[in-house]
């Protein structure tokens, strides 16, 4: 079989390298069969390497990602801090075998299953103030509150839970409080 000369046009790499709009490779394939071929590229580009067709076109290789990156993208109803807690707690497995770390490269097609207890609150917080509240007796159905510290926003949450009609928080940072707590309308 001759050697084929392909021109595949990659903008942008070209723009990043100010040169001309398309990459020139040689590729020789030894096996009439074999119709795709990896290549690495001759200069520096941001992918390392690039599939050779005789179509001509480029199919990038096929890589791992972050367990907790997967498991952000299918599991969207919990935040990053509850799926990495989770995944060092040992309540994660892939593909049947439990990981305890949220960096372990995985497969797109692997089978990821939480093993994990969906929390009431959206921090601890809320417990102890259910517990307060159980504890003490009092009503907070229908009631304005202060929740003066708001943080994550557990005490909010669980007033929330307990049937208040608005609750207002206060707290000096930026930033923390949670998603759930962030867009309701009673707060």
């Known amino acids: 079989m001759a050697p084929q000369l392909l021109k595949l046009p990659i903008a942008s790499i070209s723009r990043l390298l100010h040169t001309t709009p398309s990459l020139s490779f040689l590729s020789l394939s030894k096996s009439p069969k074999l119709s795709v071929r990896w290549v690495k590229a001759p200069i520096h580009s941001p992918f390392r390497s690039y599939a050779v067709a005789s179509s ?5 290789p096929k890589k791992k990602r972050r367990l907790d990156e997967i498991c952000l993208e299918r599991f969207q109803q919990y ?12 309540k994660v497995s892939v593909d049947g075998k439990v990981v305890n770390k949220a960096g372990t490269p995985v497969s797109e097609k692997a089978v990821v299953q939480i093993m994990a207890e969906i929390p009431k609150y959206v921090c601890r917080a809320g417990y102890k103030l259910e517990a307060a509240i159980e504890q003490l007796g009092v009503n907070v159905a229908g009631k304005v509150a202060l929740d003066s510290g708001l943080s994550t926003g557990g005490f909010t949450d669980c007033l929330l839970q307990y049937g208040a009609s608005f609750v207002y928080g206060i707290d000096v940072g930026y930033g923390q409080v949670a998603e759930k707590i962030r867009r ?3 707060v």
């Open 56 to 60: 001509g076109k480029l199919q990038p």
């Open 79 to 90: 935040s990053r801090t509850f799926i990495q807690s989770w995944i060092l707690q040992g």
């Open 184 to 186: 309701d309308e009673c």
